[in-house]
């Protein structure tokens, strides 16, 4: 069946560093992907999306990459900031059903 | 409000209990979805509704969870006879066609004793 793993459930950086969350699916047909963070006691929300005519799209400081030859997909958050700490999703939105991958807990060393 | 609505925010129940969990999306909204959260987890797909068609609901995880919409708006899913394994944060979200965005309500926390 359809899944989307993360390689890492934790992650924890140094504040100013730059974090790189990656995230890894099995459909090859995918071709929508959107990464949401959730921040303590919130429901997910939308950070940045991709299409899969695309290989790199950048946000505000943040950057989400798409390797559809190994069916990976990565986000990268310049600068890390307190505020950056939450849970990370990536989610394959393509089909009718939007699949979520596991999460990758972001913490951020003051 | 503008956003999705969920309630109640947090529910303590009996084992063996029925309870019932309610989700008002965005207005205008055609696609909504369950999903479950146990602590520290990702997002467990419960059920997804579209329009008029029929709901998808392959990751109900037991005949004891149902859902209904509504009139295409309002939500309520409903687990009957608890058990402690059903103690989870219950996260309702809302998506018009022409985008895969999900809107998130804040969940309802429901504890099972």
């Known amino acids: 069946g359809e899944s989307v793993g993360l390689h890492l459930p934790t992650l924890s950086v140094q504040e100013g560093d730059n974090s790189i969350i990656n995230c890894a699916y099995s459909n090859s047909a995918s071709d929508y992907f959107i990464w949401y963070k959730q921040e303590s006691g919130k429901g997910p929300q939308f950070i940045i999306d991709?299409?899969?005519?695309?290989d790199k799209r950048q946000g505000q400081r943040v950057t989400v990459l798409l390797n559809k030859t190994v069916k990976h997909l990565s986000l990268q958050i310049a600068a890390t900031q307190p505020g950056d700490s939450a849970v990370y999703f990536c989610a394959d939105s393509g089909g009718f059903k939007t699949i979520f991958g596991a999460g990758t807990r972001l913490f951020v060393k003051a | 409000g503008a956003g999705v609505s969920q309630s109640p925010s947090n529910k303590v129940t009996e084992k063996g209990k029925d309870v019932e969990l309610r989700c008002d999306p965005i207005s205008g909204h055609t696609a909504l979805y369950w999903y479950r959260q146990s602590l520290g987890q990702g997002l467990e797909f419960l059920i997804y509704f579209q329009g008029n068609s029929a709901p998808d609901k392959s990751g109900l995880p037991s005949d004891r969870f149902s859902a209904e919409r509504t009139g295409g708006s309002v939500s309520t899913l409903t687990i009957q006879r608890t058990q402690q394994e059903d103690s989870a944060v219950y996260l309702c979200?809302?998506?018009?066609?022409?985008?895969?965005?999900?809107?998130f309500g804040e969940g309802s926390r429901l504890t099972v004793l």
């Open positions: 991709i299409r899969s005519n695309m």
């Open positions: 979200a809302s998506s018009t066609l022409n985008t895969g965005e999900l809107f």
